[in-house]
């Protein structure tokens, strides 16, 4: 069964101080790994998609990398703005469905 | 680019009445788009995907009868909460992707809903 598992559930940083988010994942055949920013009452914001083991992107203080078993969120630096919700999710080979994870509460202390 | 909206972005309703949730793509042709639901403190729930034309598909345990989806048209999907009881409350966040975007989905800004 196509599984996402996220780590930890919530983190609170110092705002500087730098962490990572962790996504494990098991899919039959992945199409893709998304992650998203979620602010409370609102819908997600599109962050990054990885196709590959050992692709990487960034954005800003964020930095995704992909494994095939996992993939990380590095936070360089994080602003107290970057307080969200971090989703991660995985689209399989057989559909275009996005099999979410339960997600990290991100809260970043000025 | 790539923007979806939803309206309305909150609604009230008694229950046994029926609510409407309207899901659009603003700049681009949304081949496919998904329904979610969310509850307080917890990850989005698939509940069906709506293929311009074609009837939705539902996720198991999410009552068709229930909740109506149609998606008229590549830029337009509703959901029709049928007969609304208080445990349908929820936030409704809908989503859509086209083949132009490399099959991302983007994400409205959610609907709650309150039945009372």
């Known amino acids: 069964e196509d599984q996402v598992t996220q780590s930890p559930e919530a983190l609170r940083l110092q705002e500087g101080e730098s962490s990572s988010l962790n996504c494990s994942y098991t899919?039959?055949?992945?199409?893709?790994l998304f992650w998203y920013r979620q602010d409370p009452g609102k819908g997600p914001e599109f962050l990054f998609t990885?196709?590959?083991a050992g692709e990487e992107k960034e954005k800003e203080r964020l930095k995704a990398t992909l494994t095939k078993k996992e993939s990380f969120l590095h936070i360089t630096a994080p602003k107290p703005e970057d307080s969200a919700t971090y989703l991660c999710?995985?689209?399989?080979?057989?559909?275009?469905?996005?099999?979410f994870g339960s997600g990290t509460r991100l809260l970043v202390r000025p | 680019g790539a923007v979806v909206s939803q309206h309305p972005s909150w609604v009230i309703c008694k229950s046994g009445t029926s609510v409407k949730i309207e899901c659009r793509s603003l700049?681009?042709?949304?081949?496919?788009m998904f329904w979610y639901r969310q509850f307080p403190k917890q990850s989005l729930m698939l509940m069906a995907t709506?293929?311009?034309?074609?009837?939705?598909?539902?996720e198991q345990g999410v009552e068709k009868d229930k909740f109506l989806i149609n998606h008229a048209s590549l830029t337009l999907s509703t959901l029709t909460v049928t007969s609304a009881h208080p445990e349908d409350s929820s936030f409704y966040i809908c989503?859509?992707?086209?083949?132009?975007?490399?099959?991302?989905?983007?994400f409205g800004p959610g609907t709650r809903l309150t039945v009372t």
């Open positions: 709506s293929n311009e034309g074609s009837k939705a598909t539902y």
């Open positions: 990885l196709y590959s």
């Open positions: 999710a995985v689209r399989a080979d057989s559909s275009y469905k996005l099999i």
């Open positions: 700049d681009f042709q949304a081949t496919t």
């Open positions: 899919v039959s055949g992945l199409r893709g």
């Open positions: 989503s859509a992707h086209g083949q132009l975007l490399s099959y991302e989905q983007y």
